[in-house]
């Protein structure tokens, strides 16, 4: 059996001029499984923004990509590492070496890129 593996979009926005809300759809019409998970409720290609609050425990992550500065990450820091991905896309202007550093101790793979350059180039697998 195959078991999806899902991005998990950390500050995932309904508003269509945010990144995180452009990282969705590309996600969405590449066929790539995805979890949008925000501060701001309502929906992007279909799916409802989860509550960044909640911090749902989810299974099958695979990339975590982040759409928070570094200082809105901290209280998430325990939490992303606690889902273990398989890697952490840091976009631009969310660097972060501590949560960094944190994960590669982890055996977690960091990289610091663009979810929406992987996509249009086809090296987001």
Known sequence: MITKKYTLILGASPNPKRYGNMAALKLYYAGKPFIPV??????????????????????????????????????????????????IIFNPG???????????????EVLKACTLVMLASNTYD
């Open 38 to 87: 925000g501060i701001k409720s309502g929906q992007i290609a279909g799916k409802n923004i989860e509550e960044l609050s909640t911090l749902k425990k989810y299974d099958n992550i695979d990339t975590v990509t982040l759409y928070l500065s570094p200082k809105n990450q901290i209280p998430y820091e325990d939490y992303i590492i606690s889902i273990k991905p398989r890697r």
């Open 94 to 108: 969310t660097e972060n070496p501590k949560l960094m550093n944190l994960a590669q101790n982890k055996g977690i």
